[in-house]
T-cell receptor, first 111, second 110 residues
Framework: EAEVAQSPRYKITEKSQAVAFWCDPISGHATLYWYRQILGQGPELLVQFQDESVVDDSQLPKDRFSAERLKGVDSTLKIQPAELGDSAMYLC?????????FGSGTQLSVL | GQQVMQIPQYQHVQEGEDFTTYCNSSTTLSNIQWYKQRPGGHPVFLIQLVKSGEVKKQKRLTFQFGEAKKNSSLHITATQTTDVGTYFC??????????FGSGTRLQVQP
């Protein structure tokens, strides 16, 4: 069964450093999402892409976060500079309809 | 903005007991979805409810969508240890991406 691929699986960084996460959605899925999940809470949307276009980035802290999906396939989420409060699981999801398929996520720890 | 509340936050049951989690939205929904996240895992889609008053069953799991399309429930009959995990509802207003509830963590004692 096709899966959403994410890397790295874990990332430890110091505050003020830059970090980047990568996501490769299921082939053919036009919609790609980045969600952030803090331990004990539900996923919160950061950004939604339709093909290469941003559909919703209203919850993305744009002073430090950026996301791109240049060719409408894989996507990169960047944080610069990282802050202690950014420690969380960053989940990528893709869909071709309404059902979301999530990747295994990147667990970020900012020290 | 859209708010999705889930209760309880946590439930610990003995194997064989029933379990129910409730989800309430501040706004009327076009549909609601349910996801399960095993410990250390990622959310996995369980089901989508679209129609007012809809009831769907998956083996021991029963999902309901309220008549006003603002609330939903998931009921598990005779829990098993494989049911352990966090159950999230995800609200779809049709205007933006899914809004997830805070989840209900289920622990099943063998």
């Amino acid at each position: 069964e096709a899966e959403v691929a994410q890397s790295p699986r874990y990332k430890i960084t110091e505050k003020s450093q830059a970090v980047a996460f990568w996501c490769d959605p299921i082939s053919g899925h036009a919609t790609l999402y980045w969600y952030r999940q803090i331990l004990g809470q539900g996923p919160e949307l950061l950004v939604q892409f339709q093909d290469e276009s941003v559909v919703d980035d209203s919850q993305l802290p744009k002073d430090r976060f950026s996301a791109e999906r240049l060719k409408g396939v894989d996507s990169t989420l960047k944080i610069q500079p990282a802050e202690l409060g950014d420690s969380a699981m960053y989940l990528c999801a893709s869909s071709s309809s309404e059902k979301l398929f999530f990747g295994s996520g990147t667990q970020l720890s900012v020290l | 903005g859209q708010q999705v509340m889930q209760i309880p936050q946590y439930q610990h049951v003995q194997e064989g007991e029933d379990f129910t989690t409730y989800c309430n939205s501040s706004t009327t929904l076009s549909n609601i979805q349910w996801y399960k996240q095993r410990p250390g895992g990622h959310p996995v889609f369980l089901i989508q409810l679209v129609k007012s008053g809809e009831v769907k069953k998956q083996k021991r799991l029963t999902f309901q969508f309220g008549e006003a399309k603002k609330n939903s429930s998931l009921h598990i009959t005779a829990t098993q240890t494989t049911d352990v995990g966090t159950y999230f509802c995800a609200a779809d207003t049709g205007r933006r991406a899914l809004t997830f509830g805070s989840g209900t963590r289920l622990q099943v004692q063998p």
